[in-house]
C-alpha cells in the first residue's frame, strides 16, 4: 500500500522559488508514473506536471511551462516539482498522485491517477 506525503509548501512572494516533495512509503517508480496537481479555492483541479516511471518522459501544463520543473529520485522514493518564477496565480493546493497507467505514458487527467497525497499549501504574495 503506497503512501504519499508532500512537503515544502509555504509562503513565498511573487517571482519567487519553492521545491515541493513527495515521498512515497515504498518502491514506486518502477510501477507508476508521478504527477503534480492543484486546486485553488473555488477552482477545479489542475494538471501540473507528470514524469513517467523510468523519468524519461515529462509534461507540464501551458500556465507553468517553462516555469516548474519536475523530478525524481529513485533511491529515495520521492518526486519534486521545482517552481520557479512563481505568479499569485500559482498559490493553490498542490497534490502529489500516482498512476498506473502513467509508469509508461505521461498522464494529464486526475482520473488516471490512482494514490494521492494530502496537498500542501503554497500562497504566492504579490
Known amino acids: 500500500q503506497v503512501t504519499l506525503v508532500e512537503s515544502g509548501g509555504g509562503l513565498v512572494q511573487a517571482g519567487g522559488s519553492l521545491r515541493l516533495s513527495c515521498a512515497a512509503s515504498g518502491r514506486i517508480f518502477s510501477t507508476y508514473g508521478m504527477g503534480w496537481f492543484r486546486q485553488a479555492p473555488g477552482k477545479e483541479r489542475e494538471f501540473v506536471a507528470a514524469?513517467?516511471?523510468?523519468?524519461?518522459?515529462?509534461d507540464y501544463g501551458d500556465s507553468v511551462k517553462g516555469r516548474f520543473t519536475i523530478s525524481r529520485d529513485s533511491a529515495e522514493n520521492t518526486v519534486f516539482l521545482q517552481m520557479n518564477s512563481l505568479k499569485p496565480e500559482d498559490t493553490a493546493v498542490y497534490y502529489c498522485?500516482?498512476?498506473?497507467?502513467?509508469?509508461?505514458?505521461?498522464?494529464?487527467?486526475?482520473?488516471?491517477?490512482?494514490?494521492w497525497g494530502q496537498g500542501t499549501q503554497v500562497t504566492v504574495s504579490s
Open positions: 514524469i513517467t516511471g523510468s523519468g524519461s518522459s515529462t
Open positions: 498522485a500516482a498512476s498506473r497507467s502513467g509508469v509508461r505514458f505521461v498522464r494529464r487527467n486526475q482520473n488516471q491517477y490512482n494514490i
